[in-house]
């Protein structure tokens, strides 16, 4: 009887003390990894990291949460109580640190004191690669030829992250190239050449080049002075005949330049810029236009300042392949000059001059 008291008590003892409890404090956990850190029996506060893109976090020597997707990653770190921690960021696969939010802020290193249960958030970005350098041709460069040929574009590419490079010419398909990648043979008037670099996850910069082409004769020098054409010789004083062409001499052609910028709408062609540059002084322009798209409009603009800007008259027209316009210039003293622009299906309009 007197043992099966006892037992009762103990329970009865056992059952109150139970009952009467305290929850542990908030941050009163026993700190399970700092013990083997070296840090005896503490108390643990946790650290929530939160990754957004590729990357990882640490403090310098270890790393607390690493994401290798281009989501976003939760990590919770178990640290003493009181304990200061540097974090540090460093970027994922093509991914650069951006900024830290939460506990910490700006882009350099987070410091936290876990006085309490801390979050932080550090976010990457994925930028695209530097544009390529295109070295030639030069902006806004002129290539004088007697027939359609190729242009030569050079370019560097100095971002190490670039794994593939595309050229394309008046947004023509694009194609594989390198440094040296010549266009197609090219018809006379404005052209732009594109140079497109892409890195491992398919972001893409693209640099910009327009250049123009004319075809057709090149003006004749004009004679040094003291000679009179054809001579090859000087008197080393200009006579009073010199300075008027002699009989017989051949009148110099006019040598006007064609700008054409144009786009490709299915088969039809569109002109942006339209213009005649360099033409002489006195310079009259006749313009015909024959083929699907022709402006009813026939009077163009007068010659100012050596040019004349034909974009009004095509604004918005579509004009169908094969169009033909025919620019008839004439200038007192000067061999007149025709320049042809035909339209092409699927192709930049052809310029020839005659």
């Excluded at 970005?125 to 242009?151: C, D, K, L, W, Y």
Aim: hydrophobic residues 35%.
């Amino acid at each position: 009887m007197r043992l099966r008291g006892f037992l009762l008590l103990g329970v009865f003892a056992a059952v109150l003390l139970a009952g009467n409890a305290l929850p542990a404090p908030a941050g009163a956990a026993k700190c399970l990894t700092c013990e083997s850190e070296g840090e005896g029996e503490v108390e643990a506060q946790f650290l929530t990291i939160e990754i957004v893109g590729r990357g990882s976090v640490g403090n310098g020597t270890k790393t607390y949460c690493e994401n290798t997707t281009t989501g976003t990653k939760s990590c919770e770190v178990e640290l003493a109580e009181g304990k200061k921690v540097t974090l540090t960021a460093a970027g994922g696969f093509e991914y650069v640190f951006q900024s830290w939010s939460g506990a910490c802020s700006g882009s350099g290193s987070c410091e936290v004191t876990m006085t309490g249960p801390k979050s932080v958030t550090a976010t990457f970005s994925n930028p695209p690669p530097a544009a390529p350098t295109i070295t030639s041709p030069t902006s806004g460069q002129v290539f004088e030829r007697t027939a359609e040929e190729p242009v030569s574009v050079t370019f560097s590419i100095g971002d190490p992250t670039v794994v593939a490079v595309t050229c394309s010419l008046d947004g023509l398909p694009a194609v594989s190239c390198s440094s040296g990648w010549s266009t197609p043979k090219l018809s006379s008037g404005e052209h732009t050449v594109h140079v497109t670099a892409k890195d491992g996850v398919g972001n893409a910069t693209t640099a910009n080049r327009s250049f123009e082409v004319v075809i057709g004769s090149l003006p004749l020098p004009d004679p040094k002075p003291g000679t009179t054409p054809g001579s090859g010789s000087s008197s080393g004083t200009p006579s009073a005949t010199s300075t008027a062409p002699l009989l017989g001499t051949p009148l110099q052609k006019i040598a006007a330049r064609l700008v054409a910028k144009s786009k490709l709408d299915g088969s039809a062609t569109v002109f942006r810029k339209l213009a005649l540059k360099a033409l002489p002084t006195g310079a009259k322009v006749l313009a015909t236009c024959k083929g699907k798209g022709c402006p009813f409009k026939r009077k163009l603009p007068k010659v100012k300042g050596g040019s004349v800007d034909l974009g009004a008259l095509f604004a918005g027209r579509e004009l169908g392949a094969g169009t033909l316009i025919e620019f008839t210039l004439s200038a007192p003293g000067m061999l007149g000059q025709t320049i042809d622009l035909k339209t092409r299906a699927g192709k930049p309009p052809k310029v020839t001059k005659r």
